[in-house]
């Protein structure tokens, strides 16, 4: 008789969720979106680390469902083959952008976020990574919107005044 009332009331409980679990529709994208879907397409990149300049490309495109900007980077970092991969979004939630970048030089994700400033036309982003001693550090990076064409990226660790390194990114026409 027990195993009769709880299978009941499991019943009855779907049943009771059901409607409510289906009247929720999936995210949409939002205006904050539009911000990162500006960066699609390939853009040639420019690095400067250390006094040593070096190119590379990066592609970017909306992804699921327009909700993540998909990024991928080739390039050389000290003569070295460099690839990378990021995604970023926007959390209505918390209302904050986040970021996820992965590369080919460390074993561990980078993590971001924050916030975009319309009036300067930048992204502040704050996070940690997997420092070179192989501890967790801080790190901030600056996304310069110059025009439709032109970023700067800056990206400095802990509490650094100067940027570790710079890269502009210039739109393939």
Request: hydrophobic fraction near 35%; charged fraction near 25%; glycine fraction near 10%.
């Amino acid at each position: 008789m027990k195993m009769v009332r709880s299978w009941y009331v499991a019943v009855v409980a779907g049943l009771l969720a059901g409607p409510a679990v289906q009247a929720q529709a999936p995210p949409k994208p939002g205006p904050e979106h539009e911000i990162l879907k500006k960066m699609e397409g390939t853009w040639d990149a420019t690095m400067k680390m250390e006094g040593a300049e070096s190119k590379g490309l990066s592609t970017y495109k909306m992804d699921l469902g327009g909700l993540w900007l998909a990024s991928t980077f080739e390039g050389e970092v000290f003569g070295q083959k460099f690839t990378g991969k990021g995604y970023d979004t926007y959390n209505p939630m918390t209302k904050k952008y986040n970021s996820v970048w992965i590369d080919s030089m460390s074993p561990a994700p980078m993590t971001m976020e924050g916030t975009y400033d319309a009036a300067k036309k930048t992204m502040t982003m704050v996070g940690e990574m997997l420092g070179p001693d192989g501890k967790m550090a801080k790190n901030k990076t600056v996304s310069e919107y110059k025009d439709d064409d032109t970023v700067l990226f800056s990206m400095y660790m802990g509490d650094a005044k100067e940027p570790m390194f710079t890269i502009t990114y210039k739109r393939k026409k």
